[in-house]
């Protein structure tokens, strides 16, 4: 029986239909249907029932996909005993922001990719929350303030932001001083969020209110330099803005608390070494450089 077509099997039973299966595994969608029908008849049951919407799990596939799901993680882990010490194999699915992850992370991806070349990396960039486990995903990189949740985040760095507006904005609006006078101006926002800021030692929470929202900090931006509201932005994406004065700091007085960034992993199992190493490379490179996100004070 050919373990290529056990993986396969998991992902259209994890993914729900062959389509969105070919989109992980990266092959087409007739090798995954090819691999499919060779499982079935090696097996002699029906694993999957095809329907207008996807695939469905007949009885015998219910079964038979947890054995076969731990075959392949019992496969991976023999293999990675018999390389040559640190190697890695099999395939890194994972969700990168793409607000910063060309820039800050797509590097130290490549560098995971040369020191194992037997490892396939996919890496799919997208600012939109990725279910990981329905969408079949190791493991994101997450920035900001996380949301509580039932995954594991591991912290890798900080990350620094600022309040921002368009002199145009300050014009016509003015700059708020104080938490409480930013009810009184439009917020660019990612969702309904909230803000913290730092007065001393104490945290200010602020339920921000805005017309204008977006799951990218690059959109933010845009938006910001049209003068459309006031954004928390990371520092990354702000400094050659606020270096030109096309952006300006508001409310200096009470900066924001620094953010993170973060490995993200579905919870109730142990990190595979794939996600270990990409998470301590990860590390590595923040303690090197520690602002490539933007430091305090940085502007």
Known sequence: MDIEDLRTFVEVADAGGVSPAARRLGISKSMVSRRLIRLEAELGVQLLARTTRGAALTEAGITFRDHAARVGSEIDAA???????????????????????????AHVLAQMA?????????????????????????????????????????????????????????????????????????????????????????????????????DNALALAAAALAGVGIAWIPDGVTRDHLASGALVPVMTRYPPPPAGIYVIRPSGQHPTRKVRVLTDMLIECFEEAPAPMGAAGAA
């Open 79 to 105: 293999m990675e005993t018999i390389l040559p010490s640190g190697d890695l194999r099999g395939r890194l699915r994972i969700a990168v922001p793409v607000s910063f992850g060309p820039s800050h992370f």
């Open 114 to 214: 040369q020191r194992h070349p037997q490892l396939h990396i996919h890496a799919y960039y997208s600012d939109r929350f990725v279910d990981l486990i329905a969408e079949g995903f190791d493991c994101a990189i997450r920035v900001g303030y996380l949301p509580d949740s039932n995954l594991v985040a591991r912290r890798i760095g900080p990350l620094y932001g600022k309040l921002v507006a368009s002199p145009d904005y300050i014009r016509r609006h003015g700059s708020p001083e104080t938490p409480e006078e930013l009810a009184g101006h439009e917020a660019l926002m990612q969702a309904t969020e909230v803000w913290q800021f730092m007065d001393g030692e104490e945290i200010i929470t602020v339920h921000p209110r805005g017309r204008f929202k977006a």
